[in-house]
């Protein structure tokens, strides 16, 4: 049996799939469904929004691999009253309202220059290159094979005060570093 959290990856893949004509999904649809489903699995501090009532801020930096696929994600959806918003970036110092931060493999910098980059706590950052993880990110994508899975760094997410459903843990890879 699917955890609640599979089957809303699984619906939300088919969702995209069903709106494509030319076949299954592809690797930035199926990110961009992951990414929605961080955002209702992560509690964030109640800090880390100007406002109750404010949106919750998606951001790609670097150049955009996801095409429409994100914002056809979020689209008209809410996770706990907050309306979700992309943005696209330029450079970290732009992260100022990002509860979430995609880092786009286009970034040929240091993971590290990009988090001291952002000047405020409580963003969850996702990248998707070999060292993510290692130097701060709190989530990476990786690829088996043709699956794509997550690398979640709990003593990044501890330092933002990012607290994670034991369902969106139980599908991740853990490490402490």
């Known amino acids: ?5 599979s089957f809303a990856l ?21 990110k ?23 949106s919750l801020v998606v951001c790609v930096l ?10 056809d994600v979020v689209e008209g959806k809410k996770i706990d009253g907050r309306a979700l918003t992309v943005r696209r970036i330029a450079d970290a110092r732009q992260a100022k309202g990002c509860r979430m931060l ?21 963003v969850l950052t996702v990248g998707e290159s070999d060292s993510a993880t290692a130097e701060g990110m709190i989530i990476n ?7 794509i899975r997550f690398v979640v760094n709990m003593a990044a ?5 990012l607290r994670f459903s034991s369902r969106l843990l139980s599908l991740a890879i853990i490490v402490r570093k």
Do not use: C
């Open 1 to 5: 049996m699917l955890s609640r959290l």
């Open 32 to 54: 961009a469904a992951f990414l929605y489903n961080f955002a209702k699995f992560v509690e964030w501090p109640p800090e880390a929004f100007e406002n109750p009532g404010g």
């Open 62 to 71: 670097g150049a955009d691999p996801f095409g429409r696929a994100l914002d």
């Open 102 to 122: 995609f880092v786009s493999s286009s970034e040929r910098r240091s993971v590290l220059s990009v988090l001291a980059g952002i000047n405020e706590s409580g």
């Open 10 to 30: 699984v619906l939300t893949i088919r969702l995209i799939a069903a709106g494509r004509q030319d076949g299954p999904p592809d690797e930035y649809q199926v």
């Open 157 to 161: 997410a501890e330092r933002e005060k």
């Open 141 to 147: 994508f990786i690829l088996e094979g043709a699956k």
